[in-house]
């Protein structure tokens, strides 16, 4: 089955880019979830309209991206978070939220589909988190998770 992808799915691809897939994975995850639509002619239309789109707000070469990860690197981001005794927090960290903390520390405004964060987020303390900003660079820093 051939789908053109609307959203980054790992081990798979980036918006717009065309795919051939299973049957079933197609047809039961990838077009129900929205990552993806149906290959047609008229799509391909569409596809340029998505790779420009995505070309806007991505980082636009190696260099930019090293400046980022520098950036982002000597960071100090803070997250205040409402938790129980012993640190427990109620519920757990999203990267929505790891993503506002990083705009508030004073960083760079990132895609949150591109953090990688180990495991969920369940009691204050400091955990790394790293995002993928190029397919060659990764950045990594500190999140501290404080009750606040």
């Given at each position: 089955m051939k789908i053109i992808l609307t959203q980054e799915v790992?081990?798979?691809?980036?918006?717009?880019?065309?795919v051939e897939v299973k049957n079933g994975y197609g047809r039961n995850y990838l077009l129900p979830q929205g990552f993806a639509i149906a290959w047609t002619k008229g799509?391909?239309?569409q596809v340029t309209l998505i790779k420009r789109a995505?070309?806007?707000?991505?980082?636009?070469?190696?260099?930019?991206a090293n400046e980022v990860k520098a950036q982002l690197e000597g960071l100090k981001v803070s997250l205040k978070v409402r938790a129980g005794d012993g640190g427990r927090l109620f519920g757990s960290v999203t990267p929505a939220e790891i993503v506002d903390a990083v705009k508030t520390a004073g960083g760079p405004v990132l895609d949150r589909r591109r953090l990688e964060v180990p495991g969920h987020i369940k009691s204050t303390g400091t955990y790394p988190v790293s995002v993928k900003l190029h397919p060659e660079v990764s950045a990594k820093f500190d999140l501290n998770v404080v009750q606040g």
């Amino acid at each position: 089955m051939k789908i053109i992808l609307t959203q980054e799915v790992s081990g798979l691809g980036t918006p717009g880019d065309i795919v051939e897939v299973k049957n079933g994975y197609g047809r039961n995850y990838l077009l129900p979830q929205g990552f993806a639509i149906a290959w047609t002619k008229g799509a391909e239309k569409q596809v340029t309209l998505i790779k420009r789109a995505r070309g806007a707000r991505e980082i636009r070469d190696l260099d930019h991206a090293n400046e980022v990860k520098a950036q982002l690197e000597g960071l100090k981001v803070s997250l205040k978070v409402r938790a129980g005794d012993g640190g427990r927090l109620f519920g757990s960290v999203t990267p929505a939220e790891i993503v506002d903390a990083v705009k508030t520390a004073g960083g760079p405004v990132l895609d949150r589909r591109r953090l990688e964060v180990p495991g969920h987020i369940k009691s204050t303390g400091t955990y790394p988190v790293s995002v993928k900003l190029h397919p060659e660079v990764s950045a990594k820093f500190d999140l501290n998770v404080v009750q606040g």
